[in-house]
């Protein structure tokens, strides 16, 4: 090749990679580089979900009823320690500082005699039946705002059922376990 052939073939390199630069810089002008607004995978996250699930709103107790017939009455007795501080369970047993608990179940609210109950509890009225019974020992001031019983409550349904149970027992007749219909009916079944 002369001289002339290979000053045209350098000319010609020239010219090609100033084209290529110019196509690179047209390209960038035409498609812009431009940020994505939206990830390419959107990952769904429920509103509020796994928070919404984890405090349900407060229903009040679980119910009992269902476990009550098979009931532990002796684990109730053990459990009746944290009562003790207030309470006597044995027929004839004395006011402390809570009432004389013989006979609770189904009894009328407040009426052991010679005890001082408070007016939240006395205008609060009704029977110690199991509905009330399983609202009261699960949170007492939850259930009756005002009452003087000091005592945070028995949070777990089987305990509430093995206290109850041993209500029960502490008395010159048992009451009647609850029907079918009434367990059905504390569920909301
Ligand atoms: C710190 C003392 C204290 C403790 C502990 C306590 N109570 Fe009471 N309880 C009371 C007082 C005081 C009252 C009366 C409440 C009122 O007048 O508002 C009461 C009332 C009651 C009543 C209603 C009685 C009625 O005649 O109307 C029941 C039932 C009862 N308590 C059960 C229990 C059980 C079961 C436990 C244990 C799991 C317990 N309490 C623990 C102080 C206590």
């Not at 290979?6 to 990679?17: C, H, P, R, T, W």
């Not at 017939?69 to 009562?83: E, I, M, T």
């Not at 006395?122 to 939850?142: C, I, Q, R, S, T």
């Not at 349904?157 to 149970?165: G, L, V």
Request: include cysteine; charge should be negative; proline fraction near 5%.
């Amino acid at each position: 090749m002369d001289e002339l052939g290979l000053n045209k073939l350098f000319a010609g390199i020239l010219v090609a990679s100033l084209l290529l630069m110019t196509g690179v810089k047209l390209a960038e002008v035409l498609v812009p580089h431009s940020e994505l607004e939206q990830n390419a995978y959107v990952i769904e996250v429920p509103e509020g979900g796994a928070v919404a699930a984890a405090a349900p709103a407060d229903k009040g107790p679980e119910p009992i009823m269902a476990l009550l017939a098979s009931a532990d009455a002796v684990a109730g007795l053990k459990l009746a320690k944290k009562c003790t501080a207030c309470h006597v369970f044995d027929k004839g047993g004395a006011n402390k500082v809570g009432p004389a608990l013989w006979n609770v179940v189904n009894a009328d609210k407040g009426v052991v005699e010679g005890f001082g109950y408070s007016n939240a509890l006395v205008e609060f009225g009704g029977e110690w039946d199991y509905v009330a019974l399983n609202a009261f020992l699960a949170k007492p001031k939850a259930y009756i705002s005002g009452t003087k019983m000091n005592f945070a409550g028995l949070k777990k349904p089987q305990d509430r059922a093995n206290m109850i149970a041993y209500l029960r027992q502490q008395a010159d007749s048992p009451a009647a376990l609850p029907t079918d219909e009434q367990i059905a009916a504390e569920s909301g079944s």
